[in-house]
């Protein structure tokens, strides 16, 4: 198992607090605003700060055509798919138990890597896969008769979760000659088009000017989503191994259902604080430095 650098794990922890605190904000987005729109608008805003990004460190924007179709396909199921869901389920669902759903993709992820990249999972990332189930179903104990009656909702998340796992897969192994930074922005720039698109096509009858909680919300997923989180993500998910990568953003959705307590007043229940010991314990048995890696 290949332990974290310090830069790993500093966009780890950053990403880590990024994205869970980001649910109950997400929430208020949707509550005032189209959630397609919604997203739409944050995609077009972060897009000119993730291209500043890549101009300040010299990254290169061009990508050869040779590599435009398969890019398209990282696009659809790290992106479109998910994002389209993702914000479409959360209109349905409270915050915190759409981030569990959303993140169940770290156990999707190491079975399908298992199943078909021909990932070695060792007994530690076989006790991470389990900590992890166990921990998204306690969470969700109190959620079942809720989710019963918002199916479409649970549905659209768990889809979400099975394509970004997919292609949390594909980024791994793509064989695109590029820098990260550089499928990131395209990949953002290609899902703001088609996230645009989605909501012209369903919510036309609905758009209009984005009140102060809206933007907020909007400015907050453009600048911190789009901006840091999305290519942070992606450069953790091609330069770790698949299993790692993926159990490690396990205490996402835990920080997703505190922040949407304290923020939303959610309430929280004893099933909650026993899935941190679990999310912990997965975290730990794809992170924790081997015997051979500590000795080095």
Known sequence: MQSLSRRQLALLVALTLAWGLNWP???LGVSAYPPLAFRAISVWLG???LALGLRMLGVPFHLPRRYWP???????????VWHACMITGLTHLSSGRAAILGYTMPVFSALLGAAFYGAIMSGR??????????????????????????????VLLLVSALSWALGTQMMRHTRIEAHTLTLSFWMTALTAVFLSAMSLAFEADRWQAPSATAWGAIVFNA?????????????????LPPAASSLSVSLI????????AYVLGEVLHWQDWASVALMVTAIASVLWPSRSARGT
Do not use: C, D, I, Y
């Open 25 to 27: 904000v997400m929430k």
């Open 47 to 49: 897009l000119p700060l």
């Open 70 to 80: 398969a890019l398209l396909v990282l696009a659809f199921f790290n992106m479109f």
């Open 125 to 154: 990332n076989w006790l991470g896969v389990v900590a992890a189930t166990t921990g998204v179903v306690l969470l969700l104990w109190h959620e079942l008769h809720r989710m019963a009656g918002a199916p479409v909702g649970v």
């Open 223 to 239: 600048v911190v989503v789009f901006g840091f989180a999305q290519p942070a993500w992606l450069t953790l998910a091609r330069s």
């Open 253 to 260: 959705p835990v920080l997703g259902v505190f922040s949407g």
